[in-house]
C-alpha cells in the first residue's frame, strides 16, 4: 500500500472521491482489444472487461469511429423529439428477443426499475394491482431502491432499509418452493437465466420450467435479468431461450453500448399495451450518442459473426477452464456458459485476484469465493491461452500458499 499511496490519482481519489469502492492497486490508463496498460506501462490480458462491459474490447476502431463521428453530429436532444438512432435501436433488440418494444434508459438498474415499474403498471392497467414479487436468493439486480428490493444479499440491503415490503425471495434451485411461494397475488418473478454477481449460478432446467408453470397458473409476469447474460455472452443472443423461458419483459444493459453508459427494458406488447405517455421517462436515456454506440454493437454481434465467435471461442475457453479446475484441488467447480464462467474455490477468491494481477491477468472476485471470468467478447483462442497460462500461475501460487 505504501506505493500506492504515493501516487498522485490515489491521493486525489482518496481525498475527494465518494468511499463507495474498494479499488485494486492499478491506474488502467490504456485499451488495446484484450488487453489494457496501467499508468507504469505493464501489461495485462483482460478477462473481465469492466465487468461486462467492453464486449467489443478496448479502442475498438468501429466503436471509436461512430462515437467521435456522432459527437460532431448531434450527441442529445432530449426524448422530447424525434431523433433517427433510438427506432433502430428498439427495433434491432426487439428483433433479437422477440419481445415487441424497448424503453431506453442509461444503465442496467435503471432497466430493472423500468421492468418492475412496467410490470405494476400492467396489472393496475387490468384493474387488479399486484404489489408482490417473487426474487431468487443470490440474485443481483441493481443498487437503486426497487433493484435493491429484489436484490438478496443481505450486505447491500441492509444498510438501506425499510425497501420494498412486497418481495418473497425463494432458494434458486427449488423448484418446489417457486411454485408455493407464487400465487394470484404476484405481480411478476424476476430472475437472472445465469445469476452473475451471486456467484455465475445458471438457472436449472427445472427451475425455469417452473418459473413457466408459475406463471401459466397465476398470470405473474417473469422479468428476465440479461444485464450480465445476455446479448451474446453466452453465444446465444439471451440465456433464456436455452432454459425455453418466454419473458415477459428483459433487462439489458452492459455490453449495449460497449463502454457508452446504456439500458433498456424490452417488453411484450401484452405489458406494452399497458404503458401509457408519461408513465415513465429519462433525461439521457437513448440519446444519440449510447443508440449509435448499440448500433456499432449489435452489428457487430448479429451481422459481422461476433455471437458465432463467442460460441466457438466459449468451447475453447469452458475446456481450458475446466482443465484449469481439475488442476487446482482448492477449486470446487467451474460454472458458466459461452464466455460467462465463474470458478468456485473453498476459499475467499480475493487472493486469486491480487495474484493474477501480479501476473497480468484481470479476473474479479463475487460471491466471495468465485473467480468471475468475463472477457470482451472479441478474445480469440489464442488469448485464451495465454490469458489462462497466467491464472493458471496465479492459481498455483495461491494454492502454494496452503
Ligand atoms: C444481472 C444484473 N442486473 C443489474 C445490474 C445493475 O446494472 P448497473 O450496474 O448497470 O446499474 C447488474 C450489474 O452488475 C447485473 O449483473
Known amino acids: 500500500m505504501t506505493v500506492a499511496v504515493e501516487n498522485a490519482v490515489v491521493a486525489r481519489e482518496a481525498r475527494y472521491v465518494l468511499q463507495t469502492y474498494k479499488r485494486n492497486p492499478v491506474t488502467l490508463v490504456r485499451g488495446q482489444g484484450v488487453r489494457l496498460y496501467d499508468d507504469q506501462g505493464k501489461e495485462y490480458l483482460d478477462l473481465l472487461s469492466g465487468i461486462g462491459v467492453a464486449a467489443l474490447g478496448h479502442a475498438h476502431p468501429a466503436l471509436a469511429r461512430a462515437v467521435a463521428d456522432q459527437m460532431q453530429t448531434l450527441i442529445h436532444t432530449s426524448n422530447l423529439f424525434y431523433q433517427p438512432l433510438q427506432g433502430q435501436v428498439a427495433e434491432r433488440l426487439a428483433r433479437l428477443s422477440g419481445l415487441h418494444r424497448a424503453f431506453i434508459c442509461n444503465s442496467g438498474t435503471e432497466a430493472v426499475e423500468a421492468c418492475l415499474k412496467f410490470a405494476r403498471r400492467y396489472w393496475f392497467t387490468k384493474g387488479e394491482p399486484r404489489a408482490e414479487f417473487i426474487a431468487l436468493e443470490h440474485s443481483f439486480h441493481g443498487r437503486t431502491f426497487g433493484a435493491l428490493s429484489v436484490t438478496s444479499d443481505p450486505h447491500y440491503r441492509e444498510p438501506f432499509e425499510p425497501l420494498l415490503p412486497t418481495v418473497k425471495f425463494v432458494s434458486n434451485s427449488d423448484p418446489q418452493a417457486l411454485l408455493a411461494a407464487v400465487s394470484n397475488k404476484t405481480c411478476a418473478i424476476i430472475a437472472e437465466p445465469i445469476q452473475g454477481e451471486g456467484g455465475i449460478r445458471p438457472l436449472s432446467p427445472a427451475f425455469a420450467a417452473s418459473i413457466t408453470e408459475a406463471c401459466a397458473k397465476t398470470g405473474a409476469l417473469y422479468i428476465a435479468d440479461e444485464i450480465q447474460s445476455g446479448l451474446g455472452r453466452t453465444g446465444e443472443a439471451f440465456a433464456f431461450s436455452a432454459l425455453g423461458l418466454k419473458p415477459h419483459l428483459v433487462s439489458v444493459g452492459k455490453a449495449l453500448g460497449g463502454g457508452v453508459p446504456i439500458g433498456a427494458a424490452l417488453v411484450h406488447q401484452d405489458v406494452a399495451d399497458a404503458i401509457k405517455f408519461g408513465d415513465h421517462g429519462t433525461t439521457y436515456g437513448g440519446n444519440l450518442l449510447a443508440c449509435r454506440a448499440a448500433l456499432v454493437y449489435l452489428t457487430e454481434l448479429v451481422d459481422n459473426g461476433l455471437m458465432a465467435h463467442v460460441a466457438r471461442v466459449g468451447r475453447h475457453f469452458e475446456r ?59 478474445i480469440t483462442e489464442p488469448d485464451i491461452d495465454e490469458a489462462l497460462a497466467r491464472l493458471d500461475a496465479a492459481l498455483a501460487a495461491v494454492g502454494a500458499q496452503g
Do not use: C, Q, Y
Not at 486469486?352 to 470482451?376: D, F, Q, W, Y
Open 320 to 378: 481450458a477452464l475446466k482443465a484449469l479446475a481439475a488442476k487446482h484441488a482448492f477449486v470446487k467447480e467451474a460454472r458458466g456458459a459461452g464466455l460467462m464462467w465463474g470458478l468456485d474455490l473453498n476459499r475467499d477468491a480475493a487472493p486469486v485476484v491480487a495474484a493474477g494481477l501480479e501476473r497480468g491477468v484481470i479476473v474479479n472476485r463475487t460471491s466471495e469465493t468465485v473467480v468471475r471470468l468475463l472477457p470482451p467478447l472479441v
